[in-house]
C-alpha cells in the first residue's frame, strides 16, 4: 500500500508543481512534444500558469503528496478553454509514472467528478493529448466517451481529444 495523501494545492506549492509538470512531460510526452519544449521548460511560467489557477475562485487545484514531495495534480471546475456549451471540466490530470496504476488517478477523477456532481452540474469534459495512449485507456475507462478529436497536426502538442462523461 502506497502512503499519499491528497489536498488542495496552495501558493507555497507553485515551485514544486512546475518542477512536477516538466518531470511528467519528460515521463509522458517525450517523442511527444519536441525535445526543445521538455529540455527548455519555462518553470517561471509553469509558476505563474498554477498561481493563476490557484488564485481563480473556479478552479480548484488538488495535489498528491507521496514519499513526502509533490507526485501529482489534478484541478477541476470552469473549463480553462471553452468548449462546446460546456460548463465544468477535469483538467491537468498527472501523476509521476512511479505513482501510476496504484488507484490514485481514480481516486483524483472521483474527486473531481463528485466535485461537479456537488455543484449540481449534469456532465463535463477532459481534454488529453491524442497522442498520449495510456491517459486516453485510462479515460475510456473512466466512463468517458470520445465527443472531439483534433486532426493531426506536426505539431503534436496541439492535437486534443475531448471526452464527454455524464454524471448520474
Known sequence: MMDYKIRIATKGDVKNLAVLKQRVWSETYRGIYSNDLIDKFDYKKAEENFLNIINNDNISLYIVEGNKE??????????????????????????????????????????????????N???????????????????????GRLIAEDEDNDNKRIVQVKYHYDIK
Open 70 to 119: 509533490l507526485v501529482g495534480y489534478m484541478d477541476v471546475g470552469v473549463p480553462s478553454r471553452e468548449f462546446d456549451n460546456y460548463e465544468q471540466e477535469i483538467g491537468l490530470l498527472y501523476l509521476r509514472k512511479d505513482f501510476q496504476r496504484k488507484g490514485i488517478g481514480r481516486e483524483l477523477f472521483n474527486l473531481g467528478y463528485n466535485e461537479i456532481k456537488n455543484k
Open 121 to 143: 452540474y449534469n456532465r463535463f469534459f477532459i481534454s488529453c493529448n491524442k497522442y498520449n495512449t495510456n491517459a486516453r485507456i485510462f479515460y475510456e475507462k473512466m466512463g
